[in-house]
Nanobody, 125 residues
Framework: VQLQASGGGLVQAGGSLRLSCAAS????????MGWFRQAPGKEREFVAA???????FYADSVKGRFTISRDNAKNTVYLQMNSLKPEDTAVYSC????????????????????WGQGTQVTVSS
């Protein structure tokens, strides 16, 4: 699976952005998809994930502000980010993992085998 993230940019605090992650392959619907971010000088951290059956998971820091969704017909996962804060500034990366027949922990980086390149999100105060 190859992943291509896009949609990052510069936005003022309180603004919105929508990130997209396009995946190659015919079995996109069997993959759980996640978004992670890494700010300068910090470790990569979980943001949100969506399972094969559309269960969603969010980090506490983004609950109520971010929404993850997927369009299996377009092989794409989205991250709608509203009410952005300067602390949301980071490189955002999407990840995928085939989870058919097993339980997985969506917030764990090591759960995901496939990663896309990052897209920069900068929120100015």
């Amino acid at each position: 699976v190859q992943l291509q993230a896009s949609g990052g940019g510069l936005v003022q605090a309180g603004g919105s952005l929508r990130l997209s992650c396009a995946a190659s392959g015919r079995t996109f619907s069997s993959y759980a998809m996640g978004w992670f971010r890494q700010a300068p000088g910090k470790e990569r951290e979980f943001v949100a994930a969506i399972g094969r059956r559309l269960s969603t998971f969010y980090a506490d820091s983004v609950k109520g502000r971010f929404t993850i969704s997927r369009d299996n017909a377009k092989n794409t996962v989205y991250l709608q980010m509203n009410s952005l804060k300067p602390e949301d500034t980071a490189v955002y990366s999407c990840a995928a993992e085939e989870t058919t027949g097993r339980v997985y922990a969506p917030e764990l980086i090591n759960e995901y085998h496939y990663w896309g390149q990052g897209t920069q999100v900068t929120v100015s105060s």
